[in-house]
């Protein structure tokens, strides 16, 4: 994403990109209510790793916690120590790191740490011996997935060592924890497999000595359909951002994300003109076309040249020709009788790439069916030049380091604090 960069007092401002990402705070806080609903009473620990897939881990972060939200989870140490220099202070689990790292720093700032095997157990109490503190830490089982996470051949010379290390006072277990392998396909025979494989080791943890006090395996899709499967705490990643796990299934999301891009012209194209590099269009008829200013630099898959359509001004059009590294253009279709484009459309106007089809947007699903993909990947992958402003029934303001200018923006601080309303970092 774009970071604002401060401006010396002799320069002119920096209008920001055309393109950019709203994200609706709003909407995260709805979406995190309905998780915690469905979770049926169990505390709910929000995935903002990858930056929030794409939405800002900080403001989401805050957004989930302010909700009901009892903790956040993370995978590297890097996202986890961002949370913490932003002022976040609930609890923070990270479960990716190298059994090689040096997790002592990570400690040191409070940061709850996953086990996946015994090498990373010997990180963990490495990092102990070096900060001269006790690592809070969350033993990771592959269950089923067949990734990350102790193997059940592993595991009772595991809880061993577990045992040992916290009779010694270097770590506190808080709990176990899994990765389902298909839970947004409900009845697979895996997926009551796994719930039942954790419940064991928990089980076999407590009578081994260990209190294992929050426990978690329900990802989005197994809390959406399923609650906690008798274990404290949910761990919801996906459907906090508004987009369902299950095909076919909205639960009452509602997406966060809007990415669009400013119109930088409007122009007519007569009939027979190819369109873009490789004329892979060419205009059936006279027509208008009009240039959005964002392209595959930005997010805007090359390979959904011509299969995919934007929202201006409450209307879908049709994009036409290749998508450019900056750019791509977008088939207005003919003027009106009287000369006028249709819609209105002109120069300054956006178009919306995708967002919330209850105001008329088209959905991330749409291009993740043409790319063939899923929509995680979508809103992980507006970049580049695309700046995002978050929203929270407030004027929205940019993400970034320096001054914003655009309207409604705010002014931020060298920190990335948001100094007129105490916002993002």
């Known amino acids: 994403m774009t970071s604002f960069v401060p401006l010396s007092a002799d320069t002119s401002p920096v ?14 806080a709805h979406n995190t209510e309905i998780l915690l609903r469905a979770a049926g009473g169990a505390e709910l620990m929000g995935v903002v790793k990858a930056d929030a897939y794409g939405h800002g881990a900080p403001a989401v972060g805050r957004a ?7 903790a956040l989870g993370v995978t590297t140490l890097a996202e986890a120590l961002e949370l913490r220099q932003a002022g976040i202070s609930a609890p923070v689990l990270a479960w990716l790191y190298s059994a090689g790292d040096d997790v002592s720093g990570a400690l040191q700032a409070g940061i ?3 086990i996946p095997s015994p090498l ?20 990771k089982l592959d269950t089923g997935l067949g990734r990350s996470g102790v193997l059940p051949a592993q595991w009772p010379e595991f809880l061993d060592r577990l045992v040992a290390a916290q009779r010694d006072g ?6 176990l924890m899994a990765h389902f392998a298909n839970a947004d396909s409900p009845g697979d025979p895996i997926i009551d497999t796994q719930v039942e494989r954790l419940h064991e080791a928990v089980a076999e943890a407590r009578a081994a000595g260990l209190e294992c006090a929050v426990n978690h395996h329900s990802n989005a899709a197994r809390t959406l359909t399923e609650g906690a499967d008798g274990f404290e705490m949910v761990r919801p990643g996906i459907a906090l951002y508004g987009l369902s796990p299950i095909e076919g299934e909205d639960f009452g999301l509602r997406p966060a994300m809007t990415f669009s891009a400013e119109i930088l012209m409007v122009k007519d194209v007569p009939a027979g003109q190819g369109i873009s590099y490789g004329h892979t269009w060419v205009a059936p008829r006279d027509t208008v076309v009009a240039l959005v200013a964002a392209g595959y630099a930005d997010g805007v898959w090359r390979l959904l040249s011509n299969k995919f359509s934007v929202e201006i001004g409450g209307r879908r059009y049709p994009q036409v020709g290749r998508v450019c590294m900056d750019q791509f253009m977008v088939d207005l279709g003919p003027r009106q009788p009287d000369g006028s484009v249709t819609g209105g459309v002109a120069a300054g106007d956006r ?7 209850r105001r008329g947007a088209p959905h991330a699903g749409e291009w993740a069916e043409t790319l063939g993909t899923i929509h995680y990947e979508v809103v992980c992958a507006a970049r580049g030049r695309a700046a995002r402003y978050v929203h929270s029934g407030r004027a929205p303001h940019p993400i970034g380091t320096g001054t914003g200018t655009g ?8 920190t990335g604090t948001d100094t007129a309303t105490g916002g993002e970092g």
């Open 15 to 28: 209008p920001s990109g055309p393109a950019r990402v709203d994200i609706d705070l709003e909407a995260i």
């Open 64 to 70: 989930v916690l302010d909700a009901g939200g009892s």
């Open 112 to 114: 709850d740490l996953a």
């Open 120 to 139: 990373h157990l010997d990180a963990v109490l490495a990092g102990v011996r070096r900060s001269g503190l006790r690592a809070k830490v969350t033993p």
């Open 170 to 175: 270097l770590i506190e277990v808080s709990g």
């Open 351 to 357: 178009a919306v790439m995708f967002g919330d089809p």
């Open 407 to 414: 309207a409604g923006a705010a002014t931020e601080d060298a």
